[in-house]
């Protein structure tokens, strides 16, 4: 009974805590339309702000709290409405998810500069005292986070029903428009939203981390539950999102309680949040399609077959140089930057012709390696296979979310990489905790690749492949009715495309291509573990896919040969770890409203280029002393083949 | 029996009732207008018939079948097509494209093997925008979009043409040649439900009206009827003093 | 003469490449209800918007009693004196009329001056006024929209529709708010597809057609020469 009990207690703590922060994440969500996947790293970033002033700096416990909550999180949280986020609720979904996992990454970045990584506590609340309830002893810890919830709810039903502010947020739910020719703001209504949104989030994390520890990956996490709880109010009700977090908080504990320590269940206790956050999606009722949100995107160019093949073999035969004249540790990274924009490829696919987001790509290619290790079929077969397995399980993802829309679906995505991340990857019959498995190279009809140079060259030859078949996609019937869906999908419906099956089978496809990049970056490394496909990872992916463009071949390209140097960078100058993640996601802040990206400003360079001196340069070709096999072998040698290659990947 | 059967749907939005009990229904090869003022839940009607909306009360029968609970595109392949007031196009794909996904679309999976033909472009032509092909449609004239909307529905061949202020944006004479379209669609079988402001263009090409009011269905019957109907007068243009009325009888509007 | 209250010189406007507005000039002299009149599609409700500041012209002038207001926003027009009723019900559905009493303050005038107002002017507020104003009849929501231009004495009142979607009577019962806010001296423009209500209640009328004003004068005038396009529009 006093089990119950004290399990009980220890579920009300957490729960207390989630509400917390979900109700700011519910708050800036429904008054600006923009959900913050950002919010569990603005939680994280406070709660370090809050351990240094009142542990490194030795401020009062109470100054430090003030100044966190009263001060810098709610300025953070104007900063934010005010310079990043503003207007991005009315754009497509897809950008404003993009832009706040820009801030979720920048926010680790920062803090692991700011603060590096080294043991950190911070001690709770009034640490020597607390109550005896029943025989079971309650912190005054867990008990003010408990009282501090309460207090949450009954000041956030204050401030919207009691107060013109308020009246005014809930009323820039409904129609901003109208909100303007009132007289009031929206922005200024939005800002607020949004200061008391960080606000939240801040004393959510500092009420968790003398619990879950100051870590900069728990915390962040913490967006999750909180999402999950919101999800219970469908990211609208603040009562029913209080519910789901106590729900959620109690759920966790009687895990905790009750469930195995040890087996394959082990990891279950973890993943709480994504089964419940599952759960409430799949009761949750069919959105209904909705009329007026069309807009036509100028995408980058599609290439002709002709000139996107060209490209395609200048890049083999650059691959090839590279082979021959490379140290393996250069090949490896050549190979991984080769995997790396075969994912990207497959967001491409997804996010720039489907125009939805996948938050765990790397997952799917985790998916792709395992079942390639296990099926043990070094060949075209078991690469396949491999690749079929990933595609089956990104449409399972995708199924429980077939009714509903956009966000849901992005963030279920996020929900399943933490899962399998925390339950299936470090599983016996997977990886196995922190374990690697053995996988093999490849052989093509008989043909071992034994050098890794080979193999780089495989790898490139396969992005190519890809890379062609999905211009061919995007040319023929499939590419027009992924763009006329994302144009308008109320036109689709009423023209009969059963659009739910298409996008599941859209999400299936992208997973798979993802897939067969993990299964060829298995054999590529020889082993491979769970460490590799990290759902963390996912996200700079993304980024850079948007930022380098991803609705082109090319931004895929570029996209690919920057998430390798990421890393390269990194251990050139550890200290500046951090600071390449905030660079990056700061970067995608800025560059994550233009789908197109970096390659569409080399796309427009080249057509200048080709505009201003194009035609003097072909006028001049002929001149050329040379005689014509000269020039031919010229061009072999490596350095114009390099600008070729670049051009013509460009292109393509 | 009617090709489509409207049977006391009720739609409320919060406590806003956009469709009061509405019943109605339109023929096979005829021409039906459906007009009001504005607000008067006419759109809506057509969110309801195509699956958009679903009503709180009331079913929707089409070609005998009863389609209240089938979803969006299963109404569609029944063989319903519709326009939009707001426009839905799909803006970043040329004219062509359009009508090409339309295409696509109708024939599933077996289009994927057969692309669509030269067939787009006499569409194209038969709508009277054939010139417009190869622009984007998020850059073409709002009249161009609806006709646009129009032909992408019949490359689908529907049996029930629901058009939401198809003239609105089309200058005299295209609306003209669009009412000689129209009655050509009907003639081939094809019943047409029309939402429409232009009232001269009603009065000349509908075989039947419904007056929609606040919801609810003021008056049915063909034009001649519908044009003297005094509770329609009323409705419609806002007074009910009776010389005022017979002043600006609808007569003098209709050529 | 002294400056009329609002003045609207060659303005464009376009959404996107379709052009709506083809270089709109109108006058609302001070103290006067102005009628614009047309058929659907002639670009009323996009001058609404410009002159609103939702909508920004591609070129022209607008002048709020003589001041160059063009490029401000709506919220900053509407603490000018501008009160906005757009097309529509124009009330925050989802708040209790008081909520919505309480927002119009925003425009520069007490919470309780607003209150005491509209529920004197219209008593069935009052009894309603825990009620979400979507639950409300749409004449009851209308009379929750007019209190705005009722309570905050605004210099320029701009009425988009306003008989959209209603019962004649109780358009009529609208059009006596009107004239009495009218007879307070405030500057009204009404946009109307329903001429004749309109015309009962103006001092002047402009027709709009194809996103130019095609003719202004005496509303008898204007409706003898202009009426069959108005007409076109109403019926």
């Known amino acids: ?300 160019p599609v290439p002709s077959l002709v000139r996107s093949g060209v490209g395609g073999a200048a890049l083999l035969v650059l691959v090839a140089l590279l082979a021959v004249g490379m140290s393996n540790a250069n090949l490896l990274l050549v190979g991984t930057a080769a995997t790396y924009a075969m994912v990207m490829l497959s967001l491409v696919l997804l996010t720039g012709y489907g125009g939805h987001v996948s938050l765990a790509q790397f997952t799917f290619a985790g998916v792709g390696a395992l079942a390639y290790a296990k099926l043990d079929e070094p060949n075209l077969y078991g690469l396949l296979l491999a690749a079929l397995i990933a595609g089956l399980v990104g449409a399972l993802v995708a199924i429980p979310v077939l009714r509903l829309t956009g966000l849901y679906l992005a963030l279920s995505t996020l929900a399943f990489g933490v899962l399998m991340d925390k339950l299936v990857f470090q599983a016996d019959f997977a990886f196995g905790f922190n374990g690697t498995l053995p996988a093999e190279r490849l052989s093509v009809l008989g043909h071992r690749f034994d050098s890794l140079g080979g193999y780089v060259l495989v790898m490139a030859a396969f992005f190519v492949l890809m890379a062609v078949g999905l211009l061919v996609l995007r040319r023929g019937v499939l590419g027009r009715v992924l763009i006329a869906m994302r144009d308008s999908p109320a036109a689709c419906g009423t023209l009969g495309l059963d659009m739910r099956w298409f996008r599941v089978a859209l999400f299936g496809l992208s997973a798979g291509m993802a897939g067969l990049a993990g299964a060829l970056f298995a054999g590529l490394r020889g082993t491979i573990g769970a460490a590799d496909f990290q759902l963390f990872n996912s996200l700079p992916l993304l980024l850079l896919a948007v930022v380098c463009g991803v609705t082109s071949v090319t931004g895929a390209a570029m996209g690919g040969i920057g998430l390798m140097l990421l890393p390269v960078l990194q251990s050139y100058r550890p200290e500046l770890a951090g600071v390449v993640f905030a660079v990056l996601g700061f970067g995608a802040v800025a560059l994550g409203r233009d789908p197109n990206g970096l390659a569409n400003q080399l796309f427009r360079l080249g057509h200048l280029l080709d505009r201003r001196f194009g035609d003097r340069v072909r006028s001049a070709v002929p001149l050329l002393p040379l005689p014509a096999d000269r020039v031919a072998v010229d061009e072999d040698s490596e350095v114009p083949l390099t600008e070729v290659g670049a051009h013509a990947a460009a292109r393509g | ?153 019949l490359a689908g061949d529907p049996k029930l043409l629901l058009l939401d202020e198809p003239s609105s944006g089309l200058d005299e004479s295209e609306t003209a040649a669009f009412g000689a379209l129209l009655a050509e669609l009907a003639a081939e079988g094809r019943g047409i439900v029309m939402v429409e402001h232009d009232m001269a263009l009603v009065m000349t090409v509908c075989d039947d009206i419904h007056v929609l009011d606040f919801g609810r269905v003021i008056a049915s019957g063909p034009p001649a009827l519908i044009r003297t109907d005094p509770e329609v007068q009323r409705a419609y243009l806002g007074y009910a003093d009776d010389d005022v009325t017979q002043e600006i009888d609808l007569e003098q509007v209709a050529p | 003469m002294s400056v009329p209250i609002l003045e609207v010189v060659g303005v464009h406007a376009a959404y996107g490449r379709i052009e709506v507005l083809r270089g709109v000039d109108l006058v609302v002299p001070r103290g006067a209800v102005v009628a614009l009149l047309g058929p659907n599609g002639a670009g009323k409700s996009t001058l609404v918007k410009v002159v609103s500041g939702q909508h920004r012209a591609t070129s022209g002038d607008i002048h709020l009693g003589g001041v160059h207001v063009q490029g401000a926003s709506p919220e900053e027009l509407a603490r000018l004196g501008l009160c906005t009723i757009p097309e529509g019900r124009s009330v925050f559905p989802n708040l209790t009329v008081e909520e919505n009493l309480t927002l119009m303050s925003y425009a520069g005038v007490g919470v309780d001056a607003v209150l005491d107002t509209a529920y004197s002017y219209f008593p069935r507020l009052h009894q309603r006024r825990h009620q979400l104003a979507g639950t409300m009849s749409g004449g009851e929501q209308q009379m929750l929209a007019m209190s705005r231009a009722l309570a905050s004495d605004p210099a320029l009142l701009l009425l988009d529709e306003l008989s959209m979607g209603l019962a004649p009577l109780i358009v009529d019962e609208l059009y006596d708010t009107v004239a009495q806010i009218a007879a307070s001296g405030v500057s009204i423009l009404c946009i109307e597809q329903f001429a004749r209500t309109a015309l009962r209640v103006s001092d002047y009328a402009a027709v709009m057609v194809g996103g130019r004003v095609v003719a202004t004068g005496e509303p008898t005038e204007v409706l003898d020469s202009m009426s069959d396009v108005i007409l076109g529009g109403a019926a």
């Open chain 1, 1 to 300: 009974m006093s089990t119950l009990l004290s399990f009980t207690i220890l579920g009300l703590f957490t729960g207390a805590a989630y509400a917390i922060a979900a109700s700011g994440l519910v708050l800036t969500y429904t008054t600006t339309r923009v959900f913050n996947i950002a919010h569990g790293a603005f939680g994280m970033v406070m709660a370090f702000t809050f351990w240094d002033l009142s542990q490194r700096q030795g401020m009062p416990t109470w100054l430090s709290l003030v100044l966190v909550l009263g001060v810098i999180a709610p300025a953070t949280g104007w900063f934010v409405q005010r310079f990043v986020t503003r207007g991005l609720g009315e754009g497509p979904v897809s950008v404003s998810l993009v832009v706040t996992v820009g801030l979720f990454v920048g926010l680790i970045g920062l803090a692991q500069y700011i603060w590096p990584p080294e043991p950190r506590t911070l001690p709770p609340f009034l640490p020597d005292r607390g109550v005896e309830i029943g025989g079971t002893y309650v912190t005054a810890h867990q008990l003010i986070t408990i009282l501090l919830s309460a207090v949450v709810a009954a000041a956030l039903y204050l401030l919207l029903n009691r107060t013109r502010i308020g009246t005014a947020m809930r009323a820039s739910v409904d129609n901003p428009v109208l909100l303007r020719l009132f007289g009031g703001n929206p922005d200024r209504v939005a800002s607020l939203a949004w200061a008391i949104g960080v606000s939240l989030a801040a004393l959510a994390g500092i009420l968790l981390t003398p619990v879950i520890g100051l870590s900069y990956y728990d915390l962040t996490l913490l967006v999750i539950n909180a999402y999950a709880a919101a999800m219970l109010g469908r990211l609208k009700s603040l009562p029913l999102t209080f519910v789901g977090a106590m729900g959620l908080g109690i759920l966790q504990s009687f895990a905790v309680a009750y469930l195995p320590t040890d087996g394959n269940l082990a990891g279950l206790r973890a993943v709480v949040p994504a089964l419940f956050l599952f759960a409430v999606i799949v009761v949750m009722p069919q959105a209904q399609l909705r009329i007026g949100q069309v807009k036509g995107i100028v995408s980058a």
């Open chain 2, 1 to 153: 029996m009617p090709l489509l059967e409207v049977d006391d749907v009720v739609v409320r939005f919060g406590g806003v009732t956009a469709v009061d009990h509405a019943s109605f229904a339109a023929e096979a090869g005829r021409i039906t207008g459906l007009i009001g003022p504005n607000g008067a839940g006419k759109t809506t009607c057509f969110n309801v018939i195509t699956g958009l909306q679903r009503p709180q009360h009331g079913a929707v029968r089409f070609a005998d079948r009863r389609i209240t609970r089938l979803p969006v595109h299963r109404r569609a392949r029944r063989g319903m097509g519709r326009t939009f007031q707001r426009l839905e196009a799909f803006g970043s794909l040329t004219v062509r494209d359009n009508v090409r996904v339309a295409q696509d679309i109708h024939r599933g999976p077996a289009g994927l093997l057969r692309p669509a033909g030269a067939d787009v472009d006499a569409l194209l032509d038969r709508v009277g925008i054939l010139a417009y092909a190869d622009e984007r449609a998020d850059s073409i004239p709002t009249g161009t979009a609806r006709l646009l909307e129009l032909a992408r529905c």
